[in-house]
């Protein structure tokens, strides 16, 4: 095969260029690493620039030819939107008509709708281009990781030419046609991109991909490349406007829409003064579940929801829909609202194999370590929340809850490029687990992701599955709240934990460990050797003494005499759940009863309403909840 094999016996020359050949257990060099040092030497690529653009795309994983959100096939993520959407199965929901609400969303276009070629940005089809350089036929480049990493090659060679630099050996030369690679329009993202693979150059990487294979990169950390020649690339400049957003990420302003349209109707957002007026104390993390393209439509639509960042997946690039200051409609609960900072990422939850770029998941580490830094927000997972962490306020609410971004979603990964690894914190006597599975080896079975009851594509995971015993032969863990007999489906969190969040241990028996979890005693497999979950300590609450049990919330409001005049009471309903005595549940803060007061257009009216009543958020299921402190008394875990 051209690219794969005709330069392999330059691998032999490049290595000592490059640092060691790293080898598999036999000894060998890995394939995949090979094929790099082959389609470098074929193409004047240096091999660690290759190498580099690889893993900001993929982590070098081969992801077994399936696409990612944005169609990019293999390591060096070349795209082929038109291939993957006419490949792509009609997404349904498994259980309840539409559990997470997303059926307003622009989904993936069916085949009978598709644009023209032309009409397909270029940075979704990457691949035929690099089928013209390389002769190589599509599929070979979209189920061959050899071929593959020869078409990166072809390009990023094709675009230092067009550039009119030379071929060189340097590393530092071949900046701006690793901005070029990016596909992206703009020089602030295609800037922002290269800055990130020079990065991983600099530091070095070496994993294993999800075939397997050792793949290695040496660390050149003194390698300063030549920015200057991105001013050749031609590209548009981006208009930042009103962003608020870090200088190590590229971010565009395009704005929702604040609009009054009828009688006592406006949308799709409300102007306030956080956090001037009010903390803000989460961050929300969603998946689109649209394209690109469809869902900047979407949030520029005054009827529809709005949240105040969208994230592209090709290359991470970012846009700002709503200021800080403001309360996106994004959560579906209102307090949560009003407290909170919503990212959308563009992507699918009930397509495993439809996988994240690096370049979108560091570009939202970056993002939402700035987010949190500014406004004081911790980063553990009582306050960077899933969409399915969000827990529905009232009774009534609950089964309509959004269960995004899902169990593919890398919880792990994303914590280490936040700054935050999830690494024990205490000894078997702390009290307390923090769920950490491997997600490439953690591999649930879940139903439904192309119809109900039909099994998903076996991929890793960042979720575990909760019993009623220390057994798989157990009965599924219920959720009283949702009503409905578990299921293993992809959007059923009745019995279902995620990675980073904690829970209080109820007690062990061989391979399986119990925590306490919606007020009743849940087991998860937990194996020494290939453990689930690591050991931590922490703050919990159990009910004061004398209480047989208290009540949880969905939302943490006032009590009724802190309202003003003016300004409607609202109910403070517990959820159908309780918090028995003698269990614990970990605290993820305290805070007062809130409530944000805005019914119209007019912000003149809008009030923040605190009260004297304290509330304690825990970790009560797989989504958050609240208790009053006056029901509960705070200890150590380990007490």
């Known amino acids: 095969m051209r690219g794969s094999v005709t330069a392999l016996a330059a691998t ?13 257990a036999g ?19 240096p091999q660690s620039v290759l190498l580099g653009v690889a893993y900001l795309q993929s982590r070098w994983d081969s992801h077994a030819g399936a696409p990612s959100v944005t169609g990019g096939y293999g390591p060096m993520h070349l795209t082929d939107a038109r291939t993957a959407l006419a490949g792509a199965a009609p997404h349904h929901s498994d259980g309840s008509e539409d559990p997470r609400g997303d059926s307003a969303r ?26 013209e350089l390389t002769g190589l036929s599509a599929k070979q480049l979209r189920t061959d990781p050899a071929a593959n990493v020869t078409g990166g090659a072809a390009l990023l ?23 070029r690679f990016s596909g992206a329009d703009d020089t602030a993202t295609a800037a922002a991109y290269a800055n990130d693979v020079y990065d991983v150059l600099r530091t070095g990487q070496e994993r294993h991909t999800d075939a397997g294979e050792l793949v290695a990169l040496s660390a050149q950390p003194n390698l300063s490349p030549d920015t200057a020649q991105l001013r050749q690339a031609g590209l548009r400049t981006l208009r930042a406007g009103e962003t608020e957003c870090p200088p190590t990420v590229a971010c565009e302003w395009i704005p929702a829409l604040y609009e009054e349209f009828g009688e006592d109707d406006y949308g799709n957002h409300d102007l306030g003064d956080r956090p001037a007026s009010s903390d803000i104390d989460y961050i929300v993390i969603h998946d689109t579940e649209g394209a690109w393209e469809g869902v900047l439509t979407m949030v520029q639509d005054p009827t529809y929801v709005s949240w105040q960042y969208t994230l592209r997946s090709t290359d991470g690039h970012i846009a700002q829909h709503v200021k800080a200051k403001d309360v996106a409609w994004h959560a579906g609960n209102w307090y949560v609202n009003a407290k909170s900072i919503g990212l959308e990422h ?45 827990p529905g306020p009232t009774t009534s609410t609950i089964s309509g809850m959004h269960t995004d971004p899902g169990p593919y979603w890398d919880w792990r990964h994303y914590f280490e490029l936040l700054g ?51 057994g798989e032969s157990y009965p599924l863990i219920k959720d009283i709240g949702l009503g409905s007999t578990p299921t293993t489906g992809v959007n059923d969190l009745s019995s279902r934990v995620s990675t980073g969040q904690q829970y209080a241990v109820a007690g062990r028996s061989g391979d399986w460990t119990a925590i306490w979890y919606l007020g009743q005693k849940a087991w998860f497999k937990n194996p020494k050797k290939s453990p689930t979950a690591v050991d931590a300590a922490g703050r919990v609450v159990t009910p004061k003494a004398g209480l047989k049990s208290v009540p949880v919330y969905g939302r943490a409001y006032p009590e009724a005499s802190a309202y003003p005049a003016g300004v409607p009471a609202q109910a403070v309903s517990p959820l159908p759940y309780t918090l028995p005595a003698g269990q614990r549940y970990v605290v993820g803060g305290k805070v007062p009863g809130e409530y944000y007061y805005a019914v119209t257009f007019d912000e003149a009216s809008h009030r923040v309403v605190v009260g004297k009543d304290q509330y304690y958020e825990i970790q009560f299921g797989h989504r958050v909840a609240y208790v009053r402190a006056a029901d509960v008394r705070e200890l150590a875990s380990g007490s």
């Open 12 to 24: 032999a020359l490049l290595f000592p260029l490059l640092g060691a050949a790293p080898s598999d």
């Open 27 to 45: 000894g060998s060099v890995s394939g995949l690493q090979s094929a790099f040092a082959s389609a470098a030497a074929e193409y004047h690529v």
């Open 106 to 131: 622009p989904p993936l276009l069916p085949t009978a709708e598709l644009p023209r070629t032309s009409a397909i940005p270029a940075r979704l089809r990457t691949l035929p281009k690099a089928a």
């Open 157 to 179: 060679a094709a675009a230092q030419k067009e550039l009119g630099e030379p071929l060189s050996s340097d590393p530092a030369d071949w900046y701006g046609a690793v901005a």
């Open 346 to 390: 563009e992507g699918f939850l009930a397509k495993p194999d439809a996988w994240y770029t690096e370049a979108m998941y560091r570009s939202s580490a970056r993002l939402v370590t700035y987010l949190a830094k500014k406004h004081g927000i911790p980063l553990d997972r009582q306050h960077i929340l899933g969409h399915d962490t969000v």
């Open 420 to 470: 935050r690894p999830l690494a024990p914190s205490a000894g078997p006597n702390g009290g307390l687990v923090t769920i950490r599975p491997d997600y490439a080896t953690n591999r649930p079975r879940y139903t439904g992701c192309v119809s109900a009851g039909q099994a998903c594509a076996d991929h890793g995971s960042s979720a575990v599955r909760l019993y009623s015993g220390p």
